[in-house]
Every structure is written in C-alpha cells, then in structure tokens.
C-alpha cells in the first residue's frame, strides 16, 4: 500500500487529532498540552523521543532498517493571539477566548504525527534515519533557533542531509496543491523602533522648544523613499512604519516621538544593507534638526532559503504521487517569514505550501492566515502526511536531487 492510500485510511485519527489541538491553542514557547498530544499520538512507534529543555518540543528519531542518510521533517505547533470569530470554521472552536491556530500550524503538528506513523509502518525498507522535529513558538519566539541549540538538527547523531517543511494557507491556493520554488522562499524580517527626543513646550511657541514630532515624520517619508533610492528593484525590500506615536494634545509640544517599522529583504547583501541605511538616515535626519534620537534595529528571521536541487525533487515527488496539476512553481517569494530560515541556513531545504482553503470558498477570497476567520480544510491532511513521508523516504533511497 503507498503512504498516500495508508493516510488515507488514517484520516479519522488525523481529524481527530487536528480538532483536539485547535481546541486547545497554545501560544510561543511553552506548549504543554500540545506536548502531550503528541507524545500520545507517536507513543507505541518505534522512536527515540527527546523533549526540549526551553522550550515544549519534541524531536523524534526513527531509524530505518537499511542504513543511509539522515533527513529532517519539521512541524510547528503554536497558535497565535488572535480570538477565533465565532462561528468561523467547520470544525470545532477554540475553546481559549484570544487564542486561535489561525496559521493552521494545528494541521502540521498533525501531519508530522501521520508521517510518524508511515514512515515507521515503513521502516523495514528505510534507508537510513527521519528527524521528527515537532516545534513550538515559530511565531516570532525563536522555537527553531532554539531547538537547533538544544541539539535537535543532530538528534540523529549525524547532520540531515535534507529537511523539509509544509506550510498550510488558507487562501490563495485552492485546496490540495503544493507550491514552492528554489532560493528565497520568505523574507527576512527585522524590527526598528525609533525614539527621537527633543523637548516638550506650548504649541504656540515652538521655536523655544524642540519638536520632535516634524523630524519624525520626515524620518518616516525618508525611509520610504530610501528604500526607492537606495535598492535595487529586482532584490526588493519592504519598509512599513506600523506603529506611530506622539503626544497627548493639540497645543502641548511633545518631549518624544516614537516609530515602530517592519523590515522585510529577500538577500543576506539587502538585510546588512538595510540596517546600515535606515539607521544612518534617521541618525541624520536627527542631527540635522538638533534632535537626539535612539534607533534599536532588531534581527528577527533570516530570509528563507530553499535549495534549488532539493526544490526540484520535492515538484517531482509532488507531481509523481499527486499528479502534475497539484503542484505550482512559485513565481515570487512570499513577504512573510518564518524560523524555519534557520535550518535551511545550516541544511539544504525546502519550505513548502500546501493550500487548505475550504473546497466551497474562492480561494481568492477566502480569509488569510492570521485572519480571525481563517479556515484550514481538514480534507488536507492525509495528502499532508503522505507527502512528508514520501519526501523522507524517497530522498533517503537516493532520489535524483
Ligand atoms: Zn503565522
Ligand atoms: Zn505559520
């Protein structure tokens, strides 16, 4: 029986499992109920189980029983601060008000738990070892980076040779096709916040206070148009002020003026370039009207490399198990970011998308990501988990890549 029939028959397990953690949304680093499901999900298969020590993972190794390579297939598990709108969704709601698996990583824990289950089913013609890699806070707390420091990339006791991860979204792609390409694949993302001081005094007689206010917003004008002026068009970068904050009222003249601006670039060379930029321009524009200014400029992920050798097997293994019409070759990176940067950084990967809009929504439509009224199709799950499985199995016996 291939992976993809066995999931097939599994997908009652697989639903359940999915419902029981989008009830049960946990937030950053600290998951321990989702722990728990998962450990209960893999117990009885043959693997070795290491638990974070920061952080609520679980990294799990199966060893086939023909010797080979290693490969790493991740899945993250948190949920995000989002409240769930009532009524959203075919399936069973958040319980926890103000908390929601709105980036569907509820289906990938899910999805990693079936691999588990096919690849150890398997294991007799397995060539060699899979690196189960069940990881919290992707959502901007570092869980990737951290549990590469706890050692997870070389739980197998030898470094992967590939790795491997799915992403659900819930529009864009009609559900069931895998998209992806070789190099960027996510943006880096960067924080700057940006206090500029002066000296508070009346509305009425500015000359004899410093305003903060004008110089900041000139700061604000002058990224735009750095990012114009100072990069090339074809290695593009986002600069949004997201947040802007000062003062209380109209006749007062504030002491401080405070932006917070999101970062994104598609090149190691733009991400460096970027932080010297914006934090001379606002130096500058500072000095200029007699201001002090504090600019902390923040890494947060690093862009998102997939390799270009391994991108290509996993459009094979797509088009192979699924058929060519579910797999779509990426035209563009996406602006969004993610953790999983940090092991493509130390491994050659792939990060890949796998559409799970509801079969009766446009998927041109239908609420993103993150949305509160985000809905991920549980349909998706088996071909989910057969696909991570394939991915392990056919690149440990030797593909072509
Ligand atoms: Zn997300
Ligand atoms: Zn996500």
Same mark, same amino acid.
């Given at each position: 029986?291939?992976?993809? &029939?066995?999931?097939a028959?599994m997908?009652?397990?697989? @639903?359940r499992?999915?419902?029981s953690?989008?009830?049960?949304?946990?937030?950053?680093?600290?998951?321990?109920?989702?722990q &728990?499901?998962?450990l209960?999900?893999?117990?009885g298969?043959?693997?070795? @189980?290491? +638990?974070?020590e920061?952080?609520?993972?679980?990294?799990? *190794?199966?060893?086939?029983?023909? !010797?080979?390579?290693?490969?790493? +297939?991740?899945g993250?598990?948190?949920?995000?601060p989002?409240?769930?709108?009532?009524?959203?969704g075919?399936?069973?709601?958040?319980?926890?008000?103000?908390?929601?698996?709105?980036?569907?990583?509820?289906l990938?824990?899910t999805?990693?738990?079936?691999?588990?289950?096919?690849?150890?089913?398997?294991?007799?013609?397995?060539?060699?070892?899979? /690196?189960?890699?069940f990881?919290?806070g992707?959502e901007?707390?570092d869980g990737?980076?951290?549990?590469?420091e706890e050692?997870t990339l070389?739980?197998?006791?030898?470094?992967?040779v590939a790795?491997?991860?799915?992403?659900?979204?819930?529009a864009?792609?009609?559900?069931?096709?895998?998209?992806?390409?070789?190099?960027?694949?996510?943006?880096?993302?960067?924080?700057?916040?940006?206090?500029?001081?002066g000296?508070?005094?009346?509305?009425s007689?500015p000359?004899?206070?410093?305003?903060?206010?004008?110089?900041a917003c000139?700061m604000?004008?002058a990224?735009?148009?750095?990012?114009?002026?100072?990069?090339?068009v074809?290695?593009? @970068? /986002?600069?949004?002020?997201g947040?802007f904050?000062?003062?209380?009222?109209s006749?007062?003249?504030? &002491?401080?003026?405070r932006?917070?601006?999101?970062?994104?670039?598609? #090149?190691?060379?733009?991400?460096e370039?970027?932080?010297?930029r914006?934090?001379?321009?606002?130096?500058g524009?500072?000095?200029?009207?007699?201001?002090?200014?504090e600019?902390?400029?923040?890494?947060?992920?690093?862009?998102?490399?997939?390799?270009?050798?391994?991108a290509?097997? @996993?459009?094979e293994?797509?088009?192979?198990?699924?058929g060519?019409?579910?797999?779509?070759?990426?035209?563009?990176p996406f602006t969004g #970011?993610e953790?999983?940067?940090?092991?493509?950084?130390?491994?050659?990967?792939?990060?890949?998308a +796998?559409?799970?809009?509801?079969?009766?929504?446009? !998927?041109?439509?239908?609420a993103?990501?993150?949305?509160?009224?985000?809905?991920?199709?549980?349909? *998706?799950?088996?071909d989910?988990?057969?696909?991570?499985a394939? +991915?392990?199995?056919?690149?440990l016996?030797?593909?072509? /890549?």
């Open positions: 029986m291939s992976f993809r &029939e066995s999931a028959d997908r009652d397990e697989l @639903v499992l999915r419902r953690l989008h009830r049960e949304p946990e937030l950053g680093l600290d998951l321990p109920r989702t &728990e499901k998962v209960e999900a893999i117990s298969l043959p693997l070795e @189980v290491r +638990l974070g920061r952080l609520s993972s679980v990294t799990a *190794v199966l060893r086939g029983a023909l !010797p080979g390579p290693t490969v790493l +297939l991740r993250d598990m948190d949920a995000l989002v409240s769930e709108r009532p009524g959203a075919g399936v069973t709601a958040s319980r926890f008000e103000g908390r929601m698996h709105a980036c569907g990583h509820d990938h824990t999805m990693l738990a079936g691999a588990a289950h096919l690849l150890s089913a398997g294991r007799d013609r397995l060539a060699g070892n899979v /690196v189960f890699m990881q919290p992707e901007g707390h990737a980076k951290l549990m590469i050692g070389d739980a197998a006791g030898e470094r992967p790795a491997y991860a799915l992403h659900v979204t819930s864009m792609l009609p559900q069931g096709t895998f998209l992806t390409k070789g190099g960027p694949m996510m943006s880096a993302i960067d924080e700057l916040t940006v206090t500029v001081r000296a508070g005094g009346h509305g007689t000359h004899r206070a410093k305003d903060p206010v004008p110089a000139e604000v004008l990224l735009q148009s750095m990012v114009t002026r100072s990069f090339d074809f290695d593009p @970068v /986002v600069v949004t002020v947040s904050h000062a003062g209380t009222v006749n007062v003249i504030p &002491e401080e003026a932006f917070a601006v999101t970062i994104r670039s598609f #090149s190691p060379s733009a991400r370039r970027l932080q010297e914006t934090v001379t321009l606002v130096r524009i500072a000095a200029a009207h007699g201001l002090d200014v600019a902390d400029y923040q890494g947060i992920y690093p862009v998102t490399v997939n390799d270009a050798g391994e290509c097997f @996993v459009a293994t797509v088009r192979e198990v699924y060519e019409q579910r797999f779509r070759q990426a035209a563009n #970011s953790d999983f940067s940090y092991v493509c950084d130390q491994i050659p990967s792939v990060f890949v +796998l559409g799970a809009c509801p079969a009766d929504r446009d !998927p041109e439509r239908a993103y990501n993150h949305a509160p009224d985000a809905e991920f199709d549980d349909a *998706v799950l088996p989910g988990a057969a696909l991570y394939e +991915l392990a199995a056919r690149r016996a030797g593909a072509t /890549v």
